[in-house]
């Protein structure tokens, strides 16, 4: 079948389905459930009001525990059993992955990340987009901070993995070491502070995400509250710390739960940078490692990941709930 005639024929399915169910939808409601008749017409209007919202968000309330719900509890239910599926051995692949040095390393790396890369990301967000505001040149600067944005995490890694390569011909460290008489090192080998420079290629990335919406932030602060505040003899410092941030906290803590989510679900740049080794391995990368030979603990590591996000993803609705409120 052609794509075209393929996907017309899901339009009109699709389209005709979804109207072909409200209108059946509605005729059962009011003709069988609840007919008009003069007795009870009253109540039965009412208890027909109180039902039609619930036929109408079925079908999105179906979707969403098709595709998320179900699979949620599924995993779980798969994590209960080894690896071929036919042994129930309970919270088994949890002890067992508690119990291994490699998920503590893992867990602790992703510690890291949440610290790290979110607060960093934010921070270098914002200065960026109060230092370029008033420029003349600021959209310019904005436009190249904003342009790793566009990168894949693949591709940015590739190309910091030349900036820290050990050759003092190819990466800028080591140049800069050799220009100083010191020895060339492999950054990405050294315990502990190698995460380090790993966590940096995504705060890179995520800069520009941070500045995009601050700066969107800091132009919507009315002008009457720094003036009033120059008057009253502040300075600069005092107008960006205690005047700006605190109108713009909400939107703040909006972008740091964002880029927490993202730093949580981060898997391509390890990858791509070491491939767990030297140490720098995540729960992500850790989860990759079981995924083809451990089936079991891979899906277990992924409901782990999943419990860690759930707290940062309420906060953040109820975050953007009291913005919008």
């Not at 904005?142 to 390569?165: D, E, H, Q, R």
């Amino acid at each position: 079948m052609s794509p075209i005639l393929q996907g017309l024929i899901t339009i009109i399915v699709g389209v005709g389905g979804c109207v072909g169910y409200f209108f059946a939808s509605n005729w059962i409601l009011d003709k069988v459930i609840f007919p008009a008749r003069n007795d009870d017409h009253g109540r039965n209007v009412n208890r027909a009001t109180m039902v039609r919202p619930w036929l109408f968000l079925f079908p999105a309330i179906f979707a969403l525990g098709l595709y998320l719900v179900y699979p949620v509890i599924g995993s779980f239910y798969r994590s209960l059993f080894n690896r071929a599926g036919d042994e129930f051995i309970g919270l088994g692949n949890y002890t067992t992955m508690f119990g291994e040095e490699g998920f503590r390393t893992a867990f602790f790396n992703n510690m890291l990340w949440v610290l790290f890369v979110p607060a960093a990301a934010t921070f270098f967000g914002l200065l960026v987009a109060q230092l370029t505001d008033k420029l003349k040149w600021g959209n310019i600067a904005k436009s190249l901070i904003f342009m790793p944005m566009a990168i894949s995490f693949v591709g940015a890694s590739l190309i910091w993995k030349f900036v820290y390569a050990n050759d003092p011909d190819i990466g800028i460290i080591n140049a800069v070491r050799d220009s100083m008489g010191l020895d060339p090192v492999d950054v990405l080998q050294l315990p502990f502070w190698n995460n380090f420079f790993i966590m940096f290629i995504l705060v890179w990335i995520q800069t520009g995400f941070a500045m995009v919406i601050l700066s969107a932030a800091l132009r919507g602060i009315p002008e009457e509250t720094v003036e009033a505040a120059i008057i009253d003899g502040a300075n600069p410092f005092q107008v960006f710390f205690k005047i700006k941030v605190p109108q713009i906290m909400g939107t703040i803590v909006v972008v740091w739960t964002t880029i927490t989510i993202l730093t949580l679900k981060v898997f391509d740049i390890v990858y791509a940078m070491t491939g767990g080794n030297f140490d720098t391995e995540i729960l992500p990368s850790y989860m990759m490692d079981f995924m083809f030979r451990d089936d079991g603990r891979a899906t277990a590591v992924a409901f782990v990941i999943m419990i860690i996000v759930l707290p940062v993803m309420i906060w953040n609705i109820r975050q953007a709930r009291k913005e919008m409120n």
